[in-house]
């Protein structure tokens, strides 16, 4: 798992090769890692700052030292979030080269998050939200068959 996180990072910009499906999904599962370790501490900061009692107050007396606890590592979180931007979208790419695909199917992804734009906002006159998250979940459904697919002979 590490030898193939540690590849992730050395070819964050490379959008031309191949990552095969272990490559790939071991960065995906350190990712989720990642990402519930963030999710725990901001979830026990939270906890902490919250009155279950009825005192009148949502707030514990100590709560300002949660509070600041919990902003810091959600801005630690936003950090490492936009840090592997680029590279899930360059392992992705790869991912979906070494299929024998066509590396613009990736477009998928960005469209996938266009339905989600508009499900609360005021472009939604009608009751859609269902429909936009079935796409949204069909399109999903696609890409993840394109990254268990097996790897393609090389060129």
């Known amino acids: 798992m590490f030898a193939a996180y540690k590849k992730y990072w050395q070819n964050y910009v490379n959008f031309q090769d191949r990552s095969t499906r272990s490559d790939y999904w071991w960065v995906i599962l350190a990712n989720i890692i990642i990402r519930f370790f963030f999710t725990s501490l901001i979830v026990v900061g939270l906890f902490n700052c919250i009155n279950f009692s009825d005192t009148g107050s949502i707030f514990t007396p100590d709560a300002g030292g949660w509070i ?10 936003m950090i490492y979030l936009l840090a592997t931007l680029v590279p899930n979208i360059s392992i992705s790419i790869r ?4 299929t024998g695909l066509s590396p613009w199917w990736y477009s998928l992804a960005i469209v996938e998050q266009l339905p989600g734009l508009a499900i609360g906002t005021e472009l939604n006159h009608g009751n859609y939200d269902v429909m936009l998250l079935i796409i949204m979940a069909l399109i999903s459904l696609t890409l993840l068959i394109f990254y268990v697919l097996p790897s393609s002979k090389k060129d």
């Open 68 to 77: 600041a606890f919990v902003v810091i590592i959600t801005i630690l979180y």
């Open 95 to 98: 991912r979906i080269r070494d």
